[in-house]
Structure formats: C-alpha cells, structure tokens
C-alpha cells in the first residue's frame, strides 16, 4: 500500500508498506505491546504537526492527535483493503466499497471494515475500456476528526489520509494512458464469500493549504 498524508490539504509525507498482515496508521513507535500491535504489523507514523505553517492549525490538529493515539489498522490483500478503528477520535472515510458517496461514512469503533473492493475495481475499470463508465477511482480517503465525505474542500480538513494499493494504481495509470486504444482487460475471479480478513483481536497533485479559522473537530 502507498499511505500519503495531508494536512489541511498540503502533502507532508508518505510511507509505503508490504508487511502480509499490514500496517498500524498511529502517533507513537513506542506502543510495541502486543496488545495494540500485534505481531507482523507494521508501525507507520503520523508526520509531526510541526510541519504546519499556519499556528492556530497547527494547534487544532495536536489537540485532534490527543484522540488519535491508538490509530487505526489496514491490511492489504487482493480482495481489497480492511480497516479497524482503534482511536477513540471518529474516522470517516470514502472508497468504492462504502455505503454513501455524497454523505459522511463513519467507522466504528474496533468494528473491521471493508473500504475497498479489489473485484470491484476490476469490473469497473473493465466497463471503462468497454466506454460504459469513467475511469474508476483507485484510492480511499480516511479523514480524522471531520466528517467526509461532504460539501467542504478537501484542502480544509485537518488531517487527511490517502490510501492505495500499489499495483491497483498501476493498472489505473495504465488504463488513462492506453483510454484511446480500446484494450480490453480480465477481471478476476469473484472471490468466495468466506474470503475475508479478520485483524488479530485487539482490545476486543498536491492542493494549496487551506485552514478555516473557526475549524470544527468531532470526537
């Protein structure tokens, strides 16, 4: 998975990770209990809020961090990409898989969620070279602390998380450079239904930065 970061719409970092059980999206490498990371996850970092110009943003995303400290865990397979919920602030999130497109989708808390259906891509991108559809999009949003998707910008959410599995993303770059040659692709195979992931139990272009003043976080 590529995992890119943006803070109140300006890129402040990436990470990219391969580990087979997946990742834990956090504040501190110093949380190495197996209670919040189980073995063969690996531990990604929150870019320092220190990277933000703009004071006041700079404030209102450390006091969202202080919710944020037990983070969220993804995994990456070739059904999709799952999510749990650890923190106690919200998360919210876009993605092919999820209920509403044009509305806020909440995560539950410790509840696994798929965010990104693999097969679902596959047909729509094969739909796309058939000129039945646009090209399909290929990453997930996770959006800490506000709601999203929704009427806002994407440039005024304090802490925003872009996620995409990597060879999902090449067949993309491909389909938009071959879209004029009318190519035809494979989709695989439906996966079975009992092909899910389920974590180890725990616990049970870059935009111009824009910050509203008066920013709103939920908890």
């Known amino acids: 998975m590529l995992i890119s970061f943006y803070y109140g719409g300006k890129f402040v970092g990436h990470s990219t990770t391969s580990y087979p059980e997946g990742c834990r999206i956090s504040l501190s490498l110093l949380l190495s209990t197996k209670m919040y990371d189980p073995e063969g996850l690996e531990n990604i970092r929150f870019p320092s809020a220190d990277l933000i110009q703009n004071d006041r943003q700079k404030q209102v995303t450390k006091k969202l961090f202080g919710h944020l400290e037990r983070g969220v865990l993804l995994h990456s397979n070739k059904n999709g990409i799952f999510i749990k919920r650890l923190c106690q602030g919200r998360v919210f999130c876009s993605g092919n898989s999820m209920m509403f497109k044009d509305r806020p989708n909440k995560l ?24 039945q559809s646009q ?19 994407l440039r005024s959410k304090l802490i925003l998380v872009q996620v995409e599995q990597i060879y999902i993303q090449q067949f993309r770059d491909e389909a938009r450079k071959n879209c ?32 509203r003043e008066n920013q709103q976080i939920t908890v």
């Open 108 to 131: 539950e808390r410790d509840e696994v969620v798929k965010i990104f259906d693999t097969n679902q891509f596959f047909r729509e991108l094969q739909q796309f070279y058939n000129n």
């Open 135 to 153: 090209l399909p999009e290929s990453r997930v949003i996770l959006c800490f602390g506000e709601e999203f998707p929704d009427m806002a910008p």
């Open 180 to 211: 004029q040659n009318n190519l035809m692709i494979q989709p695989p195979e439906e996966p079975h239904p009992d092909q899910v992931f389920r974590f180890p139990d725990i616990c049970g272009p870059h935009q111009r930065s824009f910050f």
